[in-house]
């Protein structure tokens, strides 16, 4: 819930000042006892003019409401998993090949 609070204050507090959200990005968590489904959180970021938005693991769920959207996304690598993946090179390969490449298709997340 409290994901979804803070994208709702952003997008209330740039409608206030009058700014518009073209450009922006957000970050999206995925910690929340109700979570809004990808697919609608999606739709509310693109209804609302953000072009990126920057998510904290890579949730099968989220990628695909993101998937078609266009919404540039930029992934990061889960806290608990940054030093498996810099000390063994092939385990950073292999989270890039389930949790990157697995969604970079055509019609799929615009990812950068």
Request: net charge positive; glycine share 8%; proline share 4%.
């Amino acid at each position: 819930m409290a994901c979804c609070a803070a994208v709702v204050a952003v997008v209330l507090a740039a409608a206030v000042a009058g700014a518009p959200v073209e450009g922006l990005g957000v970050n999206w968590g995925t910690l929340a006892t109700r979570r809004l489904p990808p697919k609608v959180m999606a739709q509310l970021l693109k209804d609302n003019g953000f072009k990126k938005v920057k998510i904290f693991d890579a949730d099968e769920t989220t990628m695909m409401g993101l998937a078609g959207t266009g919404i540039e996304t930029m992934i990061a690598v889960p806290n608990d998993m940054l030093a498996t993946v810099a000390a063994d090179y092939r385990r950073a390969k292999e989270w890039v090949k389930m949790n990157v490449t697995k969604y970079d298709y055509h019609g799929g997340v615009n990812i950068k």
